[in-house]
């Protein structure tokens, strides 16, 4: 019985069971596309200004995006109280919460691949530096928004007003990662700098808190 | 207060193999104490039923025993143990709600919950599934199944490790009448088979004769332990 | 340790009257800055105190993960109370002394972000502590404890990096310091230590009453209901 073993079923389970109820996917959709939308409503500049403030944007849309489909990751656990079944047997809590930021990853990454396209046609945007480094940045960043978001959705889920804890848990602690993914996109947007120390910066995060999360795991999941 | 043990034909039996000791157990939630000082031993190889009003402790009792619920106080020792996470491979729990995902089937949730104990064997599933008589084919997802089914799918669930220690919190709860009797007599044969049994329940009648103990709650204390319903 | 506490009083009192009679007159006036300079003295220990009180909230905190000690629970929810309360004093000086110097009510500063960022962490924490169902409240406290304490050094690094390729003004000024102003300093900052320690102990103990209290009232309740048997 490894620990990868159950990650692995725990997150074959959660994708089939996503897709069978196919209506969250679907009004998670929708709903990244009318954020966008908005966005473009709101802040409607010239191309040189857009580059020069679409990092921003996106990544706040994209924070907007994950903290919806977050909320939804435990709610399933704690119908029928499933989350007991799990925690009364020896499988290690870091394997699901492992299994869970995985499958959160893979969402919050699908709302993207949809965003993403819509906000380069509303903003005409173009990338005038290494663009393979956006791919790196949406890796690193997507990661740093799921693991702590996974984190504290199980932290807030058994407390009242549960929708409104996850955002005011996370924020905060996200400041900086979040400073970082919109100043590196700015820079390769811009091509105006380099966006090197900030990848190196989300990278240590992403180490920092994959490896607190692992950890402290454990704690969260047998509290009360 | 600490109610003892019964004795039995076999004294020596008795005092050899008690499985589950609780000290002075306290379990309190703000305000509130759910538990107020259990102390009792239960011995191997007995099915216990547990009795009382709502409110008494019951289930947080049996939460605790399960290692659901951390104790405000007060020990509980498992398997000669009070490291309740080092012996939770041989405990089954099941409670009212089932345990189980609605969008699922029976086997596929088996399947998965037997990962979580090490166990890659589909025909153990399979063969759980049998045992609560139902059908490891049945393709409907549990959330259409009656209470009856799902109670018993849960059992099936909390069987899949083969534990020592099987803790059940209201079982036969909105069941029918027939499910209702043959996860009694199921329970019956685990019992026989060497099994320890805890069953929180409120139908009292269902275990009368299947039952060596009747364990009687009443505000987060046991007040008696009885060999017979009637002893009351 | 109860009649340490008086005189703990007394003296944060002398010191805190020492300390405002010395920013306000003892203190020279500012070069450049003038006579609003002198909430300096108010701004920068409060930053110190408050950041003094989030250590000791993480100290505390991760002695309860490892011990499981209800009072050092109760010191760490106390810590992080006061702590915020420092923190705001810091909030609110930081641009009521930046407006009239620099013509700007906020500016990224290093200090003054990092000092948001501790703020809204905290008070995150402080909405947890009241949310949350009183037999998780400590371990999912003290585990967000330790994720912001893992998050400063980010946050430190982000914000500086951040300064350097958008340069901003710095609040507080940097340079040399006039030794009668430190004096000044120093001893408000060990005014508002006291005044911190002060508080800090009368939330703790608050917090353990509160808790026997608690207590006692649930096995009493079950005490009646044994008796109305």
């Known amino acids: ?224 | 207060m600490a109610v003892p043990p019964l004795a039995s034909d076999n004294a020596d039996r008795v005092a050899a193999n008690v499985i589950v000791a609780v000290t002075n157990l306290v379990k309190q939630f703000g305000r509130f104490a759910a538990l107020r000082g259990v102390s009792a031993e239960f011995v191997s190889g007995r099915l216990y039923a547990i009795l009382g009003d709502n409110g008494a402790g019951k289930t947080t009792f049996l939460r605790s025993l399960a290692g659901l619920a951390a104790p405000t106080r007060g020990n509980i020792s498992m398997l000669g143990t009070s490291d309740l996470r080092a012996v939770c491979s041989q405990l089954g729990y099941m409670a009212h709600p089932s345990l189980l995902y609605d969008e699922m089937s029976g086997l596929e949730n088996l399947r998965y919950f037997a990962r979580l104990y090490g166990i890659t064997d589909d025909a153990r599933c399979a063969e759980m599934i049998r045992a609560v008589k139902l059908d490891p084919v049945l393709e409907r997802p549990v959330g259409q199944y009656s209470q009856g089914m799902r109670q018993r799918m849960s059992l099936a669930r909390a069987l899949l490790n083969d534990p020592k220690i099987l803790l059940l919190d209201e079982p036969f709860s909105n069941v029918d009448m027939r499910s209702a009797h043959e996860m009694a007599g199921l329970l019956k044969k685990i019992r026989d088979e060497g099994k320890t049994i805890f069953v929180v329940t409120h139908q009292a009648a269902l275990l009368d004769g299947v039952a060596d103990e009747f364990v009687w709650m009443e505000a987060g204390q046991i007040v008696k332990r009885t060999p017979t319903l009637e002893g009351r | 340790m109860k009649r340490a506490f008086p005189i703990l009083a007394i003296l944060t009192a002398l010191l805190l009257s020492y300390g405002l009679y010395g920013a306000l007159i003892v203190a020279p006036t500012e070069r450049t800055m003038g006579e609003v300079q002198r909430i300096f003295y108010y701004h920068v220990p409060s930053a110190w105190t408050a950041f003094t009180l989030f250590f000791l909230n993480l100290a505390a905190s991760v002695v309860y993960l490892i011990r499981r000690n209800p009072r050092a629970d109760a010191i760490a929810f106390a810590a992080a109370e006061v702590g915020v309360v420092f923190c705001t004093v810091v909030l609110v000086t930081g641009p009521i002394w930046a407006r009239p110097v620099w013509g700007i009510w906020w500016t990224w500063d290093l200090r003054l972000t990092l000092t948001l960022v501790l703020w809204l962490i905290y008070v995150s924490y402080l909405v947890l502590r009241r949310f949350s169902s009183s037999g998780q409240t400590p371990v999912m406290a003290a585990v967000l404890a330790v994720f912001g304490a893992l998050d400063v050094p980010l946050v430190y690094f982000s914000i500086w990096f951040f300064r350097t390729q958008h340069p901003q003004p710095v609040v507080g000024g940097g340079g040399s310091i006039d030794p009668r102003m430190l004096h000044v300093l120093l001893i408000n900052w060990a005014a508002f230590s006291c005044f911190a320690a002060l508080v800090c102990w009368s939330r703790y103990r608050l917090e353990v009453l509160r808790r026997e209290v608690e207590e006692t009232q649930a096995l009493e309740s079950l005490l009646e209901a044994g008796n109305q048997r």
């Open chain 1, 1 to 224: 019985m490894s620990g990868f073993g159950i990650t692995r079923a725990t997150l074959a389970k959660d994708l089939r069971l996503e897709w069978r109820s196919k209506d969250a996917i679907n009004s998670m959709l929708f709903f990244a596309l009318l954020v966008v939308v908005i966005f473009s409503f709101s802040f409607d500049p010239t191309a040189e200004e857009s580059r020069r403030i679409a990092g921003g944007l996106v990544w706040v849309a994209f924070l907007f995006a994950a903290v919806v489909a977050l909320n939804q990751t435990w709610a399933r656990e704690l119908r029928n109280q499933v989350l007991d079944a799990y925690r009364v047997s020896p499988a290690p809590a870091n394997a699901l919460f492992l299994a869970k930021a995985l499958g959160n990853f893979i969402f919050v990454s699908v709302l993207e691949a949809l965003m993403t396209p819509l906000f380069i046609v509303f903003y005409n945007l173009r990338a005038l530096g290494p663009a393979y480094q956006l791919l790196v940045v949406a890796v690193l960043g997507t990661w740093a928004l799921v693991v702590n978001g996974t984190f504290f959705a199980a932290m807030s889920v058994r407390t009242r007003s549960r929708e409104i804890m996850l955002p005011l848990l996370l924020f905060p602690i996200t400041i900086p990662a979040l400073l970082a993914m919109v100043e590196a996109t700015s820079a390769i947007l811009t091509g105006e700098f380099s966006a090197r120390f900030w990848i190196v910066l989300l990278a240590a995060y992403d180490v920092v808190f994959t490896m607190a999360s692992l950890f402290l795991f454990e704690l969260v999941l047998h509290a009360e």
